[in-house]
Structures are given as structure tokens and as C-alpha cells.
């Protein structure tokens, strides 16, 4: 029986029952860690850009677009809460003061740096 162009190439096949199926195993990839941006950015990307998110996806370019998105979103997020926090002037001396204030300007704070973050990373 002459050979197959896949088995000319270096590939196998394993019997399976009556069927011949090729070994074919996709390459290593590293591990990536992918937070809360991360994932909502490729909620954003399956849901609106579907093309866009299939073709990362095959070429395996989603989970470090995924990997970079959640870490400059991060670091956006913290410098923005950081920044928020000293323009306000909330202290540990008002949480000490009046807990209950010190909680709504925080999810305040929060609040908005999410929603910056947001439209500068996830939602473009």
C-alpha cells in the first residue's frame, strides 16, 4: 500500500476499531494567567467580535492577547485607585473615623476606575 502525503510527511496513524486516525497533538503552550479582565475581555471579543476571536483563538495568539490585556488592565486599575484615592483625600484616618463613609467612597473609587478600565482595555 503506498503511503499517505501525511505519512510521507512523518506522521502516524493508531488503529481504532476499523479506522485508521492520525496522531496529531497540538504544540506546548505555556500557561498563562488570565483575571477578571482577561476573561472579560474575551467575553467582549466572542460576544461582538467573533472573527477576530476564532482566528486569535487558531493561531494561538488569544491567551497572550488575554495574559497582556489583564496585566497593563491591572496596573491601570491600581494606579487609578491610587491616584483617585489621593485626589479624594480618603485615609485609613477616615476608615478609622467613619467605616460606613470610608465603603462608599471606596466602591466609588472603584466603581469609576472599573469603568475607565473598561473603555481604555476591555470594550475596544
Same mark, same amino acid.
Do not use: C
Given at each position: 500500500m503506498?503511503?499517505?502525503?501525511? *505519512?510521507q510527511?512523518?506522521?502516524?496513524y ?5 479506522y485508521? =486516525?492520525p496522531?496529531i497533538?497540538?504544540p506546548?503552550?505555556? *500557561?498563562? *494567567?488570565i483575571g ?5 475581555r474575551r467575553?467582549?471579543l466572542k460576544?461582538?467580535h467573533r472573527?477576530?476571536y476564532?482566528?486569535?483563538l ?10 497582556d490585556i489583564?496585566q497593563?488592565a ?6 487609578l485607585v491610587?491616584e =483617585?484615592l *489621593?485626589?479624594e483625600g480618603?485615609?485609613?484616618?477616615l476608615?478609622?473615623?467613619n ?11 472603584r466603581? !469609576?476606575?472599573?469603568e !475607565?478600565?473598561?473603555?481604555e482595555?476591555i470594550?475596544?
Open positions: 503506498a503511503k499517505t502525503l501525511f *505519512e510527511n512523518g506522521g502516524a493508531t488503529q481504532q476499531g476499523d485508521l =486516525l496522531d497533538k497540538l506546548e503552550q505555556p *500557561e498563562y *494567567e477578571v479582565w482577561g476573561q472579560r467575553r467582549y460576544e461582538h472573527v477576530l476564532y482566528n486569535m487558531t493561531q494561538f495568539r488569544l491567551y497572550p492577547h488575554l495574559a489583564e497593563q491591572q496596573n491601570m486599575f491600581d494606579s491610587d =483617585l *489621593e485626589q480618603i485615609s485609613e484616618q476608615k478609622a473615623k467605616q460606613m463613609l470610608w465603603v462608599q467612597q471606596m466602591n466609588n473609587i466603581s !469609576i476606575a472599573t !475607565i478600565v473598561n473603555t482595555f470594550y475596544v
